[in-house]
């Protein structure tokens, strides 16, 4: 029989609360700066976007030559509303020698994780060095996990939060103050970002909104101020006004998907970087590389047409999460977690001859059978097995 490991939620949760949030993140941020350097060998493809008046429901497949993966993935910006997440989702690994799928896992929780992993690998490269504030517009689901990525990466140490729900609002920053940041509660978007380092948006609407206008990005917040935004993930839903994105050196993970999706919909010629070339050190980042790039330093290093920002170019990271971010944190999980966290499925039909699949029918006939005769036993309170067959075969 083959098995499938399965993660379910409450074993994803008990592994990240085991290792820590922070430290799974910071691991994160380095097997996401591995497989970025190696982009070019990756099987990649923008998703494929099941659009309706309420959300969108998602498949995100990537692979290398020998291990295939998809997430399953929605956004439902009402949902909340109607007390469902806004996020939901779940993931598989598959052999691609023979197409068997080995790991199956929850994704709601893991998407947060590496959502903020992917945003504190580009804020290693594009924030400013001595970035210690944090300013998060959106308090939902994925904030904490944003906030603790960019301690990860940066440092920041103090938070400043808004959210249009006072209720998300206090919740966010219970949890940040728990978790050890100084906590400022804003009482509007232009308050949050007054003196910001760092910038993330990480708002929920099924609009075309203005989260961050051009004059909080340059008036507000301090110079050179890194955006974060991973609220603008789909067409017709952004939250970055154009001029921002016009002034800025923005950052996108694989261009055809974000043309589509990501606040660059506004801004159809705008020259971008994706940010693989950054991490491989192909192209300048507003830092060197930081030593734990590893593989990237194999690549030659050509500036092209695009200049390097200084401590007072705006960066923009115009997320909109893209399928090897899950196949990385798929597989880094599947290599982290203890056995004893995992259940095993059994999904795979494999009979023992490969072209006898109706051999498991036939078997499952088999037990189905005695099963009834079995019950019709006890039914009956019939010791004598010659009685009970008598009644069966009628
Ligand atoms: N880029 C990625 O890889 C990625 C990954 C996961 C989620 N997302 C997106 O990130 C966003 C946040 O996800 P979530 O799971 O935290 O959603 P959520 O619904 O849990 O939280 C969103 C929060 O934004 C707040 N909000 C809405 N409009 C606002 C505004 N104008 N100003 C301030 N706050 C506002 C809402 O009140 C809510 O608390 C969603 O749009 C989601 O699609 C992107």
Redesign the pocket.
Known sequence: MTTVPFLDVPAMARWVAHRGPEAVIGRLVDALAADFARWPDLDKRARIASHSRDGVIELMPAADDVTYGFKF?N?H?R??ARGY???TAFGVLADVHNGYPTFLAEMTLL??L??AA??ALAARYLARAGSRTLAL???????EFQALGMRAALGITHLRV????PG??AKLARHARALGFEVHEATS?EDAVTGADVIT?????KAN???LTHDMVTRLARPGVHVN??????PG?T?LDPAILRAADVYV?YEPQTRVEGEIQQTPDLVVTELWEVVAGRRDGRRGAPATAGPGEAFARHAGDRRTPDDTTVTVFD????AV?DWTALRFVRDDVPAGFLRHLDLVADPEDPKDLFSLVVAAQEDDRADAREALDRLMGLAGRGHVDALAHR
Do not use: H, L, M, Y
Request: net charge negative; with cysteine.
């Open positions: 993935v956004g910006p949902n909340p997440q806004t996020v998407t947060a590496r959502t992917t945003s517009v959106g308090a939902g689901s994925q904030s808004w959210d249009t729900d998300a609002q978007g948006t990480c708002t929920a609407d909104a203005t989260v935004a991973i609220g603008g993930d789909c839903k939250e993970e997320s909109v999460g893209f971010e």
